[in-house]
């Protein structure tokens, strides 16, 4: 893979992002091959009242499940909010113009997802001017890769200026 990061977002908790990132410091401390500039982003994902919440740069589990409880909690830990697959036909998102005002972005590329609902998240992006980023929602190491945000500089950064695109396969 050719990545210049990976955010790690299991369902609810952060321990994974937080394990990967041990073990690149170990690597990296032990002489290893493993890539020291790989940026690894420890975060979520939380099923909410409304739907799904990325969360980038996460610190702490977050336990509430009201949309904008965790939206006011992950803000407390400077976290990226993002919506993920808001169109997904089985998953989409309940109440989504009030909720993108609360967010930094929306995914406007999901790999795990067929058909319409990702060019309809991207013209949704456009018309309302929101940031976009992409995802693999991989679930399995082939997964890896096959979603991803495109940007200058630092996420965080790229993110809060509108200045990202997505892409995948």
């Not at 975060?43 to 509430?64: K, M, P």
Request: aromatic share 10%.
């Amino acid at each position: 893979l050719n990545l210049d990061g990976i955010a790690i977002t299991d369902h609810h908790t952060i321990r994974g992002g937080l394990n990967v990132l041990k073990w690149q410091k170990a690597l990296v401390k032990k002489g290893g091959i493993y890539n020291k500039e790989l940026e690894v982003i420890p975060g979520s994902e939380i099923t909410t009242n409304l739907g799904d919440v990325l969360l980038y740069y996460q610190n702490e589990d977050i336990r509430s499940r009201d949309f904008f409880e965790v939206v006011d909690l992950a803000r407390q830990q400077d976290c990226l909010i993002t919506i993920p697959h808001p169109f997904r036909l089985w998953q989409s998102f309940r109440n989504l113009k009030e909720a993108v005002r609360k967010v930094s972005a929306i995914e406007t590329f999901n790999s795990r997802t067929l058909l319409f609902p990702n060019p309809l998240a991207r013209k949704f992006a456009s018309r309302l001017n929101l940031a976009e980023t992409g995802g693999s929602d991989a679930h399995w190491y082939f997964d890896l890769g096959k979603g991803y945000t495109i940007f200058d500089g630092t996420l965080r950064d790229s993110l809060k200026k509108k200045k990202t695109t997505t892409a995948g396969s």
